[in-house]
């Protein structure tokens, strides 16, 4: 596997949905056993985001200045540690302390890793084709080599052929989640907080292997090109980070796909975390005031379960939709009013959990809304992807985490505020018409996008 950047870049998705999948038995512990007021929930999440937005445009920088391959792997460290160490107190303070480090974990690998595959890949298939100038082979078609999909063509622009792998790391971060689901509803049976521990041991294990078996060819660090001068000055590093983020910066805003994406992740992701903190809570308000923990997590286990299943299907479709309109020189338009689409869609869903008195129609609500959402995520990654030059495309990438992070800490924390004065339902009906809002930007630049992407 240790050649196969794209086999490695899927089974970080894995892993990633591994790290997702914890906060089944986290939720659980702090609303069910902890019995966590909104407000605090909010606060827990915006410590992650308030995290993100301060380390997500740092650690973007230094992949691109140093290794997307160890910033990958120290990631998964980073979020082991905070995964494993969170139930050894029920401190709140503490509590805040490890959603911090998870929060910085995060940005590591946010960015990083799509870098890092788009860049073997490209590395692959320069030296496939230099052999063949060597060589000569028998000309292969595409069927011939399951491969050649992934890498086989990526030569000429890697960031455009890279979007059907994108998708499909989706696809394995869904399978990553439904085994975490597993292995956490199996260990939360006999202890929630035990559960957590091992599931954030298995996230360093995992950034052992892939320290062992990722490659990193195609990549050279900037700061390794400028070694030739004998004595560099220690600003030069910070220098040279500086123009990078300047220079990330003006491709997002000069570039009208990837500002839309930019300014819908932005408001998506305030309703997305008001959403991501009080729906557990509005659900067992619901109906599942009774059951004590190690039932809710059996619940949960497997309605969220179910609900990465229900994303695979939807994933490979839009794999699909990605690969047709590679060659189209409309693709975005098409790609802004589907995002524009898919975020109408997690709206609905929003509305039904919030404002539904039915729970079983608050709960398909909130399946509809988590499918949806999914989906929009991963489009929106492949937009940023797409438009992104092969030095900075780490750093752009996450400048969309970063806009995401905005919108969490500006509007999560005001919604768990509501939710804890007002009412729950009320907050996450604001979060549903913030879904509508962020589909503007979208919608928006697919009317005006009308020929090849500038």
Do not use: C
Request: cysteine-free; charged content about 15%; proline content about 4%.
């Amino acid at each position: 596997m240790r050649h196969r950047p794209d086999r490695l870049f899927l089974l970080t998705g894995g892993v990633q949905g591994l790290a997702f999948s914890w906060g089944l038995p986290a939720m659980v512990w702090w609303v069910v056993d902890l019995r966590l007021s909104p407000f605090r929930l909010a606060v827990l999440g915006t410590a992650l985001v308030l995290s993100i937005l301060v380390t997500e445009t740092p650690t973007g920088v230094v992949a691109d200045l140093y290794s997307r391959k160890y910033s990958v792997v120290a990631a998964y460290v980073v979020m082991g540690l905070a995964m494993a160490l969170t139930p050894v107190t029920e401190l709140f303070g503490v509590l805040v302390i490890w959603q911090v480090l998870w929060g910085v974990g995060w940005t590591l690998q946010s960015g990083a890793a799509t870098a890092w595959m788009t860049d073997e890949i490209a590395h692959h298939a320069s030296h496939s084709h230099r052999s063949a100038a060597v060589m000569p082979v028998e000309p292969q078609t595409a069927g011939d080599d399951p491969g050649a999909e992934d890498s086989g063509a990526a030569g000429s622009d890697p960031s455009r052929q890279v979007d059907g792998l994108i998708v499909r790391h989706a696809v394995f971060r869904s399978v990553g989640v439904m085994v975490g689901l597993v292995a956490a509803t199996a260990m939360g049976a006999w202890s929630v907080r035990g559960s957590m521990a091992v599931m954030g041991l298995l996230a360093i294990a995992a950034a052992g292997y892939l320290a062992v078996t990722m490659p990193e060819a195609g990549f050279e660090s900037p700061r390794r090109r400028a070694g030739s001068a004998p004595r560099p000055a220690r600003t030069s590093a910070w220098k040279d980070a500086i123009a990078l983020w300047k220079r990330g910066a003006r491709l997002v805003r000069r570039n009208p796909s990837l500002l839309a994406v930019t300014l819908s992740a932005a408001i998506a992701a305030g309703a997305w975390e008001a959403n991501d903190r009080l729906s557990v809570l509005r659900l067992f308000e619901l109906g599942l005031t009774e059951l004590d923990g190690r039932e809710a997590v059996l619940f949960f286990g497997a309605t969220w379960f179910v609900m990465s299943a229900l994303a695979i299907p939807m994933m490979t479709w839009l794999r699909r939709h990605l690969e047709r309109s590679q060659a189209d020189q409309r693709s975005a338009r098409r790609d802004a009013f589907l995002l524009a689409r898919f975020l109408t869609v997690a709206a609905a869903g929003a509305l039904a959990l919030a404002l539904s008195p039915w729970f079983t129609v608050a709960l398909i609500g909130w399946a509809v809304l988590d499918v949806a959402g999914e989906t929009a995520y991963s489009l929106t990654e492949a937009m940023a992807n797409r438009h992104a030059d092969s030095s900075v495309r780490a750093t752009v990438v996450s400048f969309v985490g970063q806009s995401q992070a905005v919108g969490e800490v500006s509007i999560g924390l005001a919604l768990g505020t509501v939710a804890q004065f007002v009412s729950v339902p009320f907050a996450l009906a604001i979060a549903a018409a913030l879904f509508a809002v962020s589909a503007a930007p979208a919608a928006v630049v697919g009317w005006r996008t009308g020929g090849a992407v500038q």
